[in-house]
């Protein structure tokens, strides 16, 4: 079956040929129908030579959707046929944590050689993806493909994040999105269906700002000098109470915690790389909250699919052929792609 791996560190991915996987003991063998394409797959194929504890070579793809194909004869709970979405975090699957389905905060993450599907361990850039167990495999019945495949990362990291300030996010609350792409604005969409908080978006491309206002974002501003004070001014001055920073730099946080009213919460949800010095007293906001939400747990998965079912999300979506999977990239790279790029076996 045809593949796409990342046989070297730094360099970009490469179609392959290999055998079509059998499943054996707990495994299923599912057909992939659409899987997502993500900016940590763009972080994986940068990596240098070290810096990630997986072994080379492996298939990406860790937002994947399909059909199961086969069973190995120690599965459970699920049949041929079934539509599902993957469940992408795979722990060690036997700590406390796992055993909640909350592989995403795996104990013994540091030890493993792998991250999760397409992370490490075969994904679903390819005709059929291996999953170790049926326990990371969430029903989807007819939703499309194409919106299931990126609810698994895209959608269910949001959903993460959303879930981990509800407390803070009651009638009367705003919260601040930072980058409007294939998260942002399923998180703009999670806010609206599941909290009462009023939502602003901020993004430096106008045409992201125009994709928050589709997805339901009741103000929308560019990054520019003053966006704090614009911000504050949508508040009557007291500031924020929440801030979903899907960027992650320097110049993010720091516009984060210029917006949050004292109590405030700050989700950093991207990978920029910014830095954010503490120090008490100093300039953040007193009561300010910071937590670090990654991926999401198998629970959240159905809760987010149960969501786009009932119509409350919708992703927004370009599709690719997995044959034009460096175009996709490419086009992800240059900040090119609305929504989220899909990648559709040929
Ligand atoms: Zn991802
Ligand atoms: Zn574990």
């Given amino acids: 079956m045809r593949a796409l791996r990342l046989t070297a560190w730094g360099e970009p991915p490469a179609p392959a040929e290999v055998e079509r996987p059998v499943p054996r003991g707990a495994e299923v063998l599912v057909r992939v129908e659409a899987t997502g394409l993500c900016h940590s797959d763009l972080h994986v194929m940068a990596a240098a030579a070290g810096a990630l504890p997986y072994r080379l070579p492996f298939t990406l793809g860790h937002e994947v959707a399909g059909r199961i194909a086969a069973l190995g004869p120690g599965t459970d709970g699920v049949r041929a046929g079934d539509r599902v979405v993957l469940y992408g975090p795979w722990g060690c699957g036997t700590c406390d944590r796992c055993d909640a389905g909350r592989d995403n905060y795996c104990d013994r993450r540091d030890t493993l050689a792998w991250h999760g599907a397409g992370l ?3 994904g679903g850039m390819a005709e059929y993806v291996l999953v170790p167990s049926a326990r990371h495999l969430v029903p989807i019945d007819d939703l499309p493909a194409d919106q299931a495949a990126p609810l698994s990362d895209a959608g269910l990291t949001s959903y993460h994040a959303v879930a ?11 919260t601040a999105v930072i980058g409007v792409g ?11 269906a599941t909290t ?28 520019r000098a003053d966006t ?18 899907f960027v992650g730099t320097t110049q993010t946080l720091e516009l984060a915690v210029g917006v949050l009213r004292p109590g405030g919460e700050l989700a950093v949800v991207g990978s920029g790389g910014g830095r954010l010095a503490v120090s008490k007293p100093g300039v953040l906001p007193p009561g300010f909250r910071l937590s670090l939400p990654f991926w999401g747990t198998r629970p959240e998965l159905a809760e987010v699919v149960a969501l786009a079912r009932s119509g409350a999300i919708h992703v927004e979506t370009e599709h690719f052929p997995l044959s034009a999977a460096p175009e996709a990239i490419a086009r992800l790279r240059r900040g090119r792609v609305r929504g989220r790029a899909v990648l559709v076996p040929d």
């Fill in 196 to 223: 009462g908080s009023r939502v602003l978006a901020v993004d430096v491309r106008e045409d992201a700002l125009a994709l928050a206002d589709r997805s339901g974002a009741d103000f929308g501003t560019l990054v």
């Fill in 164 to 174: 981990g300030l509800r407390h803070a996010l009651g009638k009367g609350s705003t």
């Fill in 228 to 245: 704090a004070r614009v911000l504050k001014a949508r508040t009557g001055g007291a500031g924020v109470d929440a801030v979903l920073d």
């Fill in 182 to 192: 294939g998260l942002g604005h399923l998180a703009v969409q999670i806010l609206r």
């Fill in 120 to 122: 490490g361990r075969d």
